[in-house]
T-cell receptor, first 111, second 116 residues
């Protein structure tokens, strides 16, 4: 059974810092991995999708990497801004129709 | 991408009543899903909504409690029946454009339900 873990559960950093969020999964037989952002009381916004054959994806200040063999993914945020404050969720697709979510990292960027 | 809307955005309901949540997508999609996010928790898949047939429920979720309809490729409803305070959650509709394993999954804004 696939399990997805995110560390840390919460993170607070001053504005301008680069930071890394971690996601690990127990079963390396995945189709893809997706990072989402969730603002308080809101739905999910897709940030990056990495296919199982890819090593990383970039979008603006965000870079996500995938190491299937070790069951890990990281989300790198460069030059953090207060507007980046949100909960970041990692989700692994283990079948064509089902994705498993991690518990999320609650990120706070201090001005 | 797909634009998803949900109604209502939030509701406060009494114990024992039922609430139907609507999900509308701006384009035809193959897969539609319903998730629950309990306070402080991550998302849990309730069921896959199948067009023209019964939904496929995950372990721990049953049709009598969470009946789902999907009359076409752009619309689905989830009903939370005989509600109790434990049903207080955010309910999210999600779609996938095709049945492929490489597709991005998109989420609606969610319906915040509070049961008194």
């Amino acid at each position: 059974k696939q399990e997805v873990t995110q560390i840390p559960a919460a993170l607070s950093v001053p504005e301008g810092e680069n930071l890394v969020l971690n996601c690990s999964f127990t079963d390396s037989a995945i189709y893809n991995l997706q990072w989402f952002r969730q603002d308080p009381g809101k739905g999910l916004t897709s940030l990056l999708l990495i296919q199982s054959s890819q090593r990383e994806q970039t979008s603006g200040r965000l870079n996500a990497s995938l190491d299937k063999s070790s069951g890990r993914s990281t989300l790198y945020i460069a030059a953090s801004q207060p507007g980046d404050s949100a909960t970041y969720l990692c989700a692994v697709r283990s079948s064509a129709s089902k994705i498993i979510f991690g518990s999320g990292t609650r990120l706070s960027i201090r001005p | 991408s797909a634009v998803i809307s949900q109604k209502p955005s939030r509701d406060i309901c009494q114990r024992g009543t039922s609430l139907t949540i609507q999900c509308q997508v701006d384009s035809q999609v193959t897969m539609m899903f319903w998730y629950r996010q309990q306070p402080g928790q991550s998302l849990t898949l309730i069921a896959t909504a199948n067009q023209g047939s019964e939904a496929t429920y995950e372990s721990g979720f049953v049709i009598d409690k969470f009946p789902i309809s999907r009359p076409n490729l752009t619309f689905s409803t989830l009903t939370v029946s005989n509600m109790s305070p434990e049903d207080s959650s955010i309910y999210l509709c999600s779609v996938q454009n095709t049945g492929g394993s490489t597709d991005t999954q998109y989420f609606g804004p969610g319906t915040r339900l509070t049961v008194l």
